[in-house]
């Protein structure tokens, strides 16, 4: 691995959370999480390829749904434990159908 | 606290990841840590409030540097575990001096 790969801090379950932004609009998209073998793979196909926690699986996002993620750049941030996609997004990005998974507002009448 | 906020599922740590994206450019900024009282604090104020995890204590943004984050909107993800705040940056959000801190690219050739 390289100086910039090398870069990324996974926490202590080896995972680094992965924010997926829209590359054509800006939309925060979702976020999930890479290990180090899920960079690996994303990097090398261009299709986002995260770890599921839930299913402890590696997980390419559409694979089944067809709502596929290309990767058309991706950063790490200045201490190396995020990282940010920008991606062409086929369909909706959330499980629920919705573009993207930040569907619900919070306010601060929330907090009354 | 009502349904939304009572939506947000902490990890084992009491934390929460919170991306911040400039409102009016669409740039993500940066991804730091709320907890509870940090989301509480942010709505109540509309100044992003994060949990240090380096530092052990609260952080109000910019309360140091003056590069403040007035919140414009909040949301929480469809399983409620990652929150996307847009907000009006003053200054650099990044404290290297970058206007974020996804400054770092990462690319195929980083695997060779």
Not at 62 to 86: I, K, R, Y
Not at 88 to 110: E, I, K, M, V
Request: charged share 20%; glycine share 6%; net charge negative.
């Amino acid at each position: 691995m390289s100086t910039m790969t090398a870069a990324i801090r996974y926490n202590a379950d080896g995972l680094v959370p992965a924010v997926a932004q829209d590359a054509d609009t800006g939309e925060v998209l979702m976020l999930a999480w890479m290990d180090a073998e899920a960079v690996r793979r994303t990097l090398a196909t261009l299709r986002a390829t995260y770890w599921s926690r839930s299913r402890q699986e590696y997980w390419v996002k559409g694979e089944t749904s067809g709502h596929t993620q290309e990767v058309v750049s991706m950063a790490v941030d200045c201490d190396g434990d995020t990282l940010l996609l920008t991606v062409r997004q086929t369909g909706a990005a959330c499980h629920t159908g919705n573009r993207t998974c930040f569907y619900t507002p919070l306010t601060s009448a929330d907090l009354a």
